[in-house]
């Protein structure tokens, strides 16, 4: 790619993430054409779909994350591994409202623009997942696909202005219930506020 166009690229791409983060991933290409100065041809043949523009800005992150899922394998306890990879993974996901959508549908997907990321990022966090339960930190009755599958459900909560406020709350008892040990002291902490009530 010449610099000129590398530029171009660049430009779009910054333009777009804002659009993007404003507007979630329904965000109109025209509107982000007219904020980076550009014809919305310039926008196409850079981006030819919605699904390739997201998937460009999503890339970087979802790298990330499966980066950091490689890191957290190796250091740290696989329980606050898991957790710490979950919780991070919510918070990307919020960042652009309506992408777990695309996400899950990408995952089924294989023409799709986004699938190759979302298998990656989906396979970092069932070895995360794995490691946990390998130690028998975290429950064996979920795997990988439900783990993403409450990344996109709590995304959704923490996007609902009735619910954001609760958002970590929620993200708390989901993480309890995945993790034995947390489990089974929150059982007995329920047991024990009965026992007074």
Same mark, same amino acid.
């Given at each position: 790619?010449?610099?000129?166009?590398?530029?171009?690229?660049?430009?779009?791409?910054?333009?777009?993430?804002?659009?993007?983060?404003?507007?979630?991933?329904?965000?109109?290409?025209?509107?982000?054409?007219?904020?980076?100065?550009?014809?919305?041809?310039?926008?196409?043949?850079?981006?030819?779909?919605?699904?390739?523009?997201?998937?460009?800005?999503?890339?970087?992150?979802?790298?990330?994350?499966?980066?950091?899922?490689?890191?957290?394998?190796?250091?740290?306890?696989?329980?606050?591994?898991?957790?710490?990879?979950?919780?991070?993974?919510?918070?990307?996901?919020?960042?652009?409202?309506?992408?777990?959508?695309?996400?899950?549908?990408?995952?089924?997907?294989?023409?799709?623009?986004?699938?190759?990321?979302?298998?990656?990022?989906?396979?970092?966090?069932?070895?995360?997942?794995?490691?946990?339960?390998?130690?028998?930190?975290?429950?064996?009755?979920?795997?990988?696909?439900?783990?993403?599958?409450? %990344?996109? #459900?709590? &995304?959704? +909560?923490? $996007? !609902?202005?009735?619910? =954001?406020?609760? @958002?970590?709350?929620?993200?708390? %008892?989901? #993480?309890? &219930?995945? +993790?034995? $040990? !947390?489990?089974?002291? =929150?059982?007995? @902490?329920?047991?024990?506020?009965?026992?007074?009530?």
């Amino acid at each position: 790619m010449r610099a000129d166009a590398k530029k171009n690229y660049e430009h779009l791409l910054a333009v777009a993430r804002a659009v993007v983060e404003e507007q979630g991933a329904d965000a109109s290409l025209r509107d982000i054409a007219r904020r980076a100065d550009v014809g919305l041809a310039t926008l196409y043949r850079h981006f030819p779909t919605r699904e390739a523009l997201l998937e460009a800005l999503l890339r970087t992150s979802l790298d990330e994350m499966t980066a950091q899922a490689a890191e957290l394998e190796t250091s740290g306890t696989p329980d606050e591994a898991l957790v710490t990879w979950l919780r991070d993974a919510v918070a990307f996901t919020q960042t652009y409202h309506g992408v777990t959508e695309l996400m899950m549908a990408a995952l089924d997907d294989p023409k799709s623009a986004l699938h190759a990321s979302c298998v990656t990022v989906r396979a970092a966090g069932t070895r995360l997942l794995s490691r946990a339960q390998a130690a028998g930190k975290a429950r064996s009755d979920i795997d990988g696909t439900e783990l993403f599958a409450l %990344i996109a #459900a709590l &995304a959704w +909560l923490g $996007n !609902q202005p009735a619910l =954001g406020r609760h @958002a970590d709350h929620l993200f708390e %008892i989901i #993480a309890s &219930a995945i +993790l034995t $040990n !947390q489990a089974s002291d =929150g059982g007995r @902490a329920q047991r024990r506020h009965r026992a007074r009530s």
